[in-house]
Antibody, heavy 127, light 107 residues
Framework: QVQLQESGPGLVKPSETLSLTCTVS??????????WTWIRQPPGKGLEWIGY???????NYNPSLKSRVTMSVDTSKNQFSLRLSSVSAADTAVYFC???????????????????WGQGTLVTVSS | DIQMTQSPSSVSASVGDRVTITCRAS??????LAWYQQKPGKAPELLIY???SLQTGVPSRFSGGTSGTDFTLTISNVQPEDFATYFC?????????FGGGTRLEIK
C-alpha cells in the first residue's frame, strides 16, 4: 500500500514562495499512469485541486493558481514537489499530496479520483 | 469549471439509519464521480469511484448511484464511525472540483 508524506515549512511570509515535498513510500513515482497531485483545504472549508505532475514531467494546474504554481518530480528521491509563489493569507491551508487512482479505467485518463493521500500539512501565511 | 453542489449541507442520523447524500454537477460527468469521507484532522478517504464502484476495503454499507443528473451516496445501517464529512469530486474534466461537503451528525 503506497504511502505519502508531506514535508516543508509550516509558516511562510506574505509575498514569499511556499515549498512542499511529498515523499512516496511502498510505491514509485516512476510508475506509469500515476498522477501525483496536490490538493489544499483552507481551515474549515472545502477541497481545492491544485494540479498534478506525471513522472515524465508533464503537468496540469488549476487555472486559478496556474500563474503561481510549479510542480516537479525527483525520481531519484521518489519525491514530488510543489512551489506556490507570491503567497497571501488566502493561501493558508492544509496541503495534501495524493495519488491518482491506478485502476485500469483511468489508464488513459489523467482526470482521476485519489486513492492514497498524505496526512496533510498546515501552511500558514503570516508575517 | 464544473460546479459541484452537494445537499444537504448537514444531516442528522441515528445508528442504524439509512442516509442518502446527493451531488449535482453543472455539466454532464459521464459517470466520472467519486465520494470521500473525511474525519476531523485527517485526510479524505476514497469510498466510491466511477459513481458506483466501491473502493477496496470500504464497507459494503456504502453505495453510490445515479438518479437522473444527480449522484447519490447511500449509507445503509449507519455506524458510529460513519459520523464525518462527505465530499463528492468530479473526474470528468480539468480543473477537478469538489462539492462543498455534507456533515453527518449524530441525532
Amino acid at each position: 500500500q503506497v504511502q505519502l508524506q508531506e514535508s516543508g515549512p509550516g509558516l511562510v511570509k506574505p509575498s514569499e514562495t511556499l515549498s512542499l515535498t511529498c515523499t512516496v513510500s511502498y510505491g514509485s513515482v516512476n510508475s506509469g499512469y500515476n498522477y501525483w497531485t496536490w490538493i489544499r483545504q483552507p481551515p474549515g472549508k472545502g477541497l481545492e485541486w491544485i494540479g498534478y505532475i506525471y513522472y515524465s514531467g508533464s503537468s496540469n494546474y488549476n487555472p486559478s493558481l496556474k500563474s503561481r504554481v510549479t510542480m516537479s518530480v525527483d525520481t531519484s528521491k521518489n519525491q514530488f514537489s510543489l512551489r506556490l509563489s507570491s503567497v497571501s493569507a488566502a493561501d493558508t491551508a492544509v496541503y495534501f499530496c495524493a495519488r491518482g487512482h491506478p485502476d485500469n479505467i483511468y489508464r488513459d485518463k489523467p482526470e482521476t479520483p485519489f486513492d492514497s493521500w498524505g496526512q496533510g500539512t498546515l501552511v500558514t501565511v503570516s508575517s | 469549471d464544473i460546479q459541484m453542489t452537494q445537499s444537504p449541507s448537514s444531516v442528522s442520523a441515528s445508528v442504524g439509519d439509512r442516509v442518502t447524500i446527493t451531488c449535482r454537477a453543472s455539466h454532464g460527468l459521464n459517470g466520472w464521480l467519486a465520494w470521500y469521507q473525511q474525519k476531523p484532522g485527517k485526510a479524505p478517504e476514497l469510498l466510491i469511484y466511477a459513481a458506483s464502484s466501491l473502493q477496496t476495503g470500504v464497507p459494503s454499507r456504502f453505495s453510490g448511484g445515479t438518479s437522473g443528473t444527480d449522484f447519490t451516496l447511500t449509507i445503509s445501517n449507519v455506524q458510529p464511525e460513519d459520523f464525518a464529512t462527505y465530499f463528492c469530486q468530479q473526474a470528468q474534466s480539468f480543473p477537478l472540483t469538489f462539492g462543498g461537503g455534507t456533515r453527518l451528525e449524530i441525532k
